[in-house]
């Protein structure tokens, strides 16, 4: 029951660039979704928690403690926010 269609080469190119295009497509949005975190604890898990923590650590995203105090201070600040 196969069925058998000419195209000619403009045509097939034309085919095969609107679906390299879609295929960039899908992957830009797969790229957006928001993904499942893995189960806490997990392999998985530990290896996304650490490279979170690398990035933010690069982009600044941390604070430094020097005493318990400042930490309380700290943790206390981010209670009120």
Known sequence: MANTITVDAKTLEHIVSQLDKLTKDMAAVKKRLPTEEPSYGSDT??????????????AGHYTVVHAKNELQ??????KRS
């Open 45 to 58: 898990w530990w290896e996304l928690s650490d490279k979170e923590a690398k990035e933010d650590i690069k």
């Open 73 to 78: 201070e700290h943790l206390d600040s981010l």
